[in-house]
Each structure stands twice: as C-alpha cells, then as structure tokens.
C-alpha cells in the first residue's frame, strides 16, 4: 500500500504542508537500521503546518504552527491515529502546537535550540467518554485544560574526514512538561498527561529524553553509528490515582551499533544490534518482572523491569 509521507509547497521561507515537525534537528540526526529511530530524540513526527524560516546572523531562525494531538491518558484521539476512521469524541484540540528553533552554523558543526508550546484540552459533554477508560475501568468525565511544552537543545560537532566522508558526535538533549509525542519513546498515545476524575484536573506530566551518538566511516561506502538513548517520564497518573493497568514506560534505555553498507549509490544495507533496558508502572505481566510493588495513592507505583537484545537487518532503494 502506498503511502503519502510528506507532501509540502515553499515560497520564500514559508512552507505550508505535512512534514516532520519543526521541533527536530534534521541535520543531527542518528542512522539506525530501527524503522522508528532511536529512542531519546526529538520525535520525527509528520504532521501538518505553516512554517516560516528566515537567516538570522550567522544562523536560521524557523517558526511554525503544527497540528495538535490530545496524547493524555484518557484521551481518545489515538483511535483517529490508528482507526483512520474514528472522530474523538472528547479531545478539544483548539490551539495549534507552536514551535520554533533557531540554528547556529561554523565549520565545526552546529548547535540548535527549540522550543514547543501547546494546549491540552478535554470536555466530554457532561456524559461520560464512550471510548477511554482510566482507574478501575471508569469512563472520563468533565472538562479540563492545561498549557504544556518544553525546549531542547542539540549539537554536532565534525571529528575527521575518512575518503571525504565526514565523521561526527552529535547530541540531543528535550524535556518538558507535557512534552510527550515530541520525544520519541515516550507513549505517545497517553504520556503528555492524566484526567484525574476525582478532582476534574488535567494534568501534564514532565518527560526528558536525549540521545548520544557518533558515526565513523571506514571507506566511503562502509560506516559505524555507536548510538545511546535514554527516556524518563514522571508517570504522575500511575501515582496520583493508581492507574497502572497500562504499563506505562517509567524510563527506556537503548543502546545500537551498527554497520552499513553502500553497493550502489542508491542502495544500502544494514546491520544492527540493540540492546534495550525498560522500566515500566504497573502490574506484573509475562513481559517483564517484578521489582518491587506499592499501589497506595501518592506513592511509587509497582514497577516491572526487563531487559531485552535483537539483532536486526535492512535494505534500503532511494529513487
């Protein structure tokens, strides 16, 4: 099935269209043979917006409206994701999601600093939420808002030249209080916060995320990324009301080295390995273990830990 992933018109540093969003840098991103990327960066979403980009002194400054995304618990906007036939019937999404970045540029690589700001809302009607289900089963019901975002910062610095190949360390640093889909790795279909049904509240949760990295290239068609990613999120929700049947990822740790390889200019073949530490709230499952368990209200949620490896190979035609 096909499938359109980016579709944009530009004039004159106004883009208007679907691309990823203006809360990344393109330029200091990691290679993995993982299809969603590594984890800790900023989340490559594609997503559609007005952006405007403009030189300022010896970088550029970029601007954006985005299309926003309800991702709190009890939000039922990721059956619209994933259905592509479902309307929520609680998330408000009133106010576009407002990014901006600017980027300094020298010989030796770059820096970039970004920021997000966007508007959580819910209001089921009066009636209870059909779709979403919270503590013990129970439907959402009321009406909340709240301001969330964050910032980050990121940074790749050159090391060497290896047959006009350049070799680099690039880093990637975003936080944030209900920052939850802009860093890849944290849920992104209920982390940016809760609707507590005792109090009404909606509430944002602080996420981080960050990533280290470096490429080496060992001729001009074979070449090495050493990756790290790490995500931590507060899981608030776990805490405040004892919804834990969901398992949400308290932190994530990955770690990936691979080897790729260029036949052809068009064609390249990978070779990865990736090892993974997950710390979760919630019940025990068959998927992770126990650590150690409290459920009171207030306090730390059980926790389940695991560990995991793959190997995992892929092949990719440009055209």
Same mark, same amino acid.
Do not use: C
């Given at each position: 099935?096909?499938?359109?992933?980016?579709?944009?018109?530009?004039?004159?540093?106004?883009?208007?269209?679907?691309?990823?969003?203006?809360?990344?840098?393109?330029?200091?991103?990691?290679?993995?043979?993982?299809?969603?990327?590594?984890?800790?960066?900023?989340?490559?979403?594609?997503?559609?917006?007005?952006?405007?980009?403009?030189?300022?002194?010896?970088?550029?400054?970029?601007?954006?409206?985005?299309?926003?995304?309800?991702?709190?618990?009890?939000?039922?906007?990721?059956?619209?994701?994933?259905?592509?036939?479902?309307?929520?019937?609680?998330?408000?999404?009133?106010?576009?999601?407002?990014?901006?970045?600017?980027?300094?540029?020298?010989?030796?690589?770059?820096?970039?600093?970004?920021?997000?700001?966007?508007?959580?809302?819910?209001?089921?009607?009066?009636?209870?939420?059909?779709?979403?289900?919270?503590?013990?089963?129970?439907?959402?019901?009321?009406?909340?808002?709240?301001?969330?975002?964050?910032?980050?910062?990121?940074?790749?610095?050159?090391?060497?030249?290896?047959?006009?190949?350049?070799?680099?360390?690039?880093?990637?640093?975003?936080?944030?209080?209900?920052?939850?889909?802009?860093?890849?790795?944290?849920?992104?279909?209920?982390?940016?916060?809760?609707?507590?049904?005792?109090?009404?509240?909606?509430?944002?949760?602080?996420?981080?995320?960050?990533?280290?990295?470096?490429?080496?290239?060992?001729?001009?068609?074979?070449?090495?990324?050493?990756?790290?990613?790490? #995500?931590?999120? $507060?899981?608030? %929700? !776990?805490?405040?009301?004892?919804?834990? =049947?969901?398992?949400? /990822?308290?932190?994530?740790? &990955?770690?990936?080295?691979?080897?790729?390889?260029?036949?052809?200019?068009?064609?390249?073949?990978?070779?990865?390995?990736?090892?993974?530490?997950?710390?979760?709230?919630?019940?025990?499952? #068959?998927?992770? $273990?126990?650590? %150690? !368990?409290?459920?009171?209200?207030?306090? =730390?949620?059980?926790? /389940?830990?695991?560990?995991? &490896?793959?190997?995992?190979?892929?092949?990719?035609?440009?055209?």
């Amino acid at each position: 099935m096909l499938r359109l992933r980016h579709a944009t018109g530009e004039w004159r540093g106004l883009l208007i269209g679907m691309t990823e969003s203006n809360f990344e840098d393109h330029e200091a991103g990691v290679e993995s043979v993982e299809f969603n990327n590594s984890i800790g960066r900023a989340n490559g979403i594609r997503q559609s917006m007005v952006q405007y980009q403009h030189l300022l002194g010896p970088g550029r400054l970029s601007v954006a409206l985005e299309s926003p995304t309800g991702d709190f618990k009890g939000s039922d906007q990721p059956a619209l994701n994933t259905g592509m036939n479902t309307i929520s019937t609680n998330v408000q999404d009133k106010v576009p999601d407002f990014t901006a970045a600017y980027m300094y540029k020298d010989s030796w690589g770059h820096v970039q600093v970004m920021g997000v700001a966007r508007d959580l809302s819910v209001d089921t009607g009066g009636a209870a939420s059909a779709n979403s289900t919270v503590t013990g089963g129970a439907k959402i019901q009321g009406e909340g808002s709240a301001f969330a975002g964050g910032g980050g910062i990121s940074a790749l610095i050159f090391t060497n030249k290896v047959d006009g190949k350049d070799n680099y360390i690039t880093a990637q640093f975003e936080g944030g209080d209900g920052i939850g889909r802009y860093i890849q790795g944290i849920d992104t279909g209920s982390q940016a916060g809760y609707f507590n049904n005792a109090t009404r509240v909606l509430h944002t949760e602080a996420a981080y995320g960050f990533t280290v990295a470096y490429r080496n290239w060992w001729s001009s068609t074979w070449r090495t990324n050493i990756i790290y990613g790490h #995500t931590h999120a $507060s899981n608030f %929700s !776990a805490m405040d009301t004892a919804d834990v =049947t969901t398992n949400p /990822n308290r932190s994530l740790d &990955n770690v990936y080295v691979n080897l790729i390889w260029n036949p052809a200019p068009q064609i390249q073949m990978g070779l990865e390995y990736v090892l993974g530490h997950r710390i979760a709230d919630g019940p025990t499952s #068959t998927a992770v $273990s126990k650590v %150690s !368990a409290t459920t009171a209200p207030g306090a =730390t949620s059980v926790k /389940n830990e695991a560990w995991g &490896n793959r190997i995992q190979f892929a092949t990719q035609y440009n055209f």
